[in-house]
């Protein structure tokens, strides 16, 4: 085994940890750490993978914003913040044996398929030109429609989330 | 399939998505200019806006008779997309028409906003012709929409059926995309009209195809709230601003038959398995919303489980596969789009007066305001399948598409449903033109916004009803452009 | 070396407990975090497909540029979503949130 693969199975060990507790956990707040911890792992397999700037992308927008926006709502729902009770459904196994299911049928589903050993090839040299990536974004004849909807989707989004959160006092029946 | 390279005249392919964005820009600027009675003038604006979008494609982006790839493949001009965004557009405008004076909590231009960017969001899902687009064009139509329903702030209802939306939507979109990421995986494409030559290699097995379907139609079947995965639509009707629930479940649904229709058409076309799979959800959505329909003390309620049944009666169209089966669900889309957006729309009026949804409130409606009564009696006439209305000529032709897919059994369970739910129709019908009430001297007052609305979804009714040849010409020329 | 069937198989486990907690869990912001668990599977299965199958197409690349977009848009609208059901009422509890049955 080389110190690349222990590496990898080390990161995907804990990130999987950290998810497990994520789902788990009583203190919602203690599950927003451990999903900055869980989102730092997968950080880090996308840099094994040799995308570094989606690692660089991964710990901004979703550490850096996603995770902070979660633990900003945390902190707003306070009550729930101190809740200790039971955080699980009570029929939680009814799910538990749905997903194991699910694992058991992508992963065997997987393994049939023929280029699921492939192993990893020399990265092309073009592969990490970020420029390249930048001007297939903006290329009519590539991604520049769907840039421009993200665009139009975030405005959408933002909007829309003036349009709820913005305070107005009193409850209505 | 060749994409061509971009030339200006594809701009014309996206021109109602470009004239959306002005108008979204318009509302935006509209909203902060005008100070004084700029509800009723945003509301105005958006819906003119609507219209000449609209009238612009209708004249503008007719499409060739030779579908093309445009922008790269991001988007497909053909019939299908076309024929698609007019029932968008024109829905949208109804649906802006009955929000009209409809809840004076419903404030400011952030409302229009946002159901522009998700009917620019729906005119892209009809349109999509790539993974990365399509997924892309359901967040566009549904992060709006999740905000419409939660629209009422003060209100715990909508703001309840807001967070029930948003949830289970992002869960099952989470499940779509992962089937979308699977797929680009097997086959190294986003291409959707490229990836089953991608399939026919042979080197994908099967039960990962299967897989991956379930995934996906899982995403879809949210989007049309067929069952099992209609949960949310009964909670989120009954709490969202009527207009908006309305909204939902005509054209929010049927942008979810675009995709739905065109990725079985175009991806999983050899695929048995998943075409299996859309009859059972066709059962499925017939009996457990027409049985659950029966018992609903609220109006809303009972129009949401009658619309997951109606789902359930396109679904027969879609699983018969064949050109009349796909040219049977479009048409079929068109007239549930007038008829459900009239009752939708007579629930908003009426319960602008009555100040409640129960269907106990609508005794004496018929003295209250016979033309409202009326117009009722035609829409859920229509929804119950009765001629000459246009829900008679749509449930006719599916059950012949069934039939001529040598699946009559699916027809069988078609049509008993259909008497059945007439059942409950009819109940409603009954207070509303038998029961008494105390009140019978107040009338209903009908603004002109809504008059025009009631007026223009009874006119569609009776003209798909009755003169129906050159609408199911156009969706047959849909129903074969994929 | 490490095989692509390792992402594949670490994208499913991850995939399959964020949807775990999507499904058991009450807390509706814990329920958003499990969302957020999926979509970062998803995200290892693009950018891994893309590294040992098909670099240097950008297809993948923008696939999981896009994901982050939808990401980062559905948690903004959903936690709104979420304070402003909790100013009216105080949980964000889903089985509480039952004004409407049947």
Redesign the interface.
Known sequence: M?I??VF?LAV?AI??FA??M??STRR?MH??LW?IL??FG?AV??A????GF?AV??VV??IG??AI??I???M??R??FL?VG????RG?W???V???G??A???G?????????????A??E??S?LS??GL??V????????FE??S?????????????????K???? | METPAFTPAMFLAVLPELGLLVLAGLVLFADILLRRRRERDLGLLTFGGLLLVAGLTLVFSRPNLVPELVFGGMLRMDWATYVFRLVFLIGAAISVLFTMDSDRRIRGGAFYLLVIVSTLGMNLMAASADLIMLYLAIETTSIPLYVLSGALVRDQKSTEAGIKYMLFGAFTSALMLYGFSLLYGFTGTTQMYALKDMFDTGAIPTAALVLVALLILIGFSFKISAVPFHFWAPDVYEGAPTPVAGYLSTASKAAGFAVLLRFLAVVFPDLYPSWLLVAILAVSSMIAGNVLAMTQKNIKRLLAYSSIAQAGYMLIGVAAGTELGYTSSIFYLISYLVTNLAAFGIVVIVGRTVGSDEIASYAGLSRRSPGLALALMVALLSLGGVPPFAGFIGKLFVFAAAVQADMIWLALVGIVNAVFALYYYLVVLKVVWLNRSENEEEKIPVTRPWALAVVVCVAGMLLLGTLFAPWYQWAMQAATAF | MIPLSWYLIFAAALFCIGLFGVMARKNAVAILMGVELMLNAVNINLLAFWRYLYAPDFAGWTFVAIVLVAAAAETAVGLALIISVYRRRSTVVVDDLSLMKG
Do not use: C, K, M
């Not at chain 1, 039971?86 to 459904?89: E, V």
């Not at chain 1, 009193?170 to 029946?173: L, P, S, T």
């Open positions: 080389t690349q693969q990898f995907a990130t999987l998810a497990v994520v789902v919602i599950a927003a999903l869980a989102l997968v397999s996308f094994l993978l040799e995308t989606f992308v991964q927008v979703y914003a996603i926006l979660i900003f709502a945390v707003l729902t009550q729930v809740d039971p955080q699980l459904n939680w009814i799910p538990a749905l997903v194991a699910l694992y049928a992508l992963v589903v997987l393994s049939t398929w023929s280029g699921f050993q492939t192993q990893a090839a990265l092309p073009a592969a030109d390249q990536f297939a974004l290329d009519v004849n590539a991604y520049a429609v769907p909807v993200a139009v989707l975030l405005l959408g989004a933002l909007v829309g989330a003036i349009f709820v959160a913005s305070d107005r009193g409850v209505e029946r």
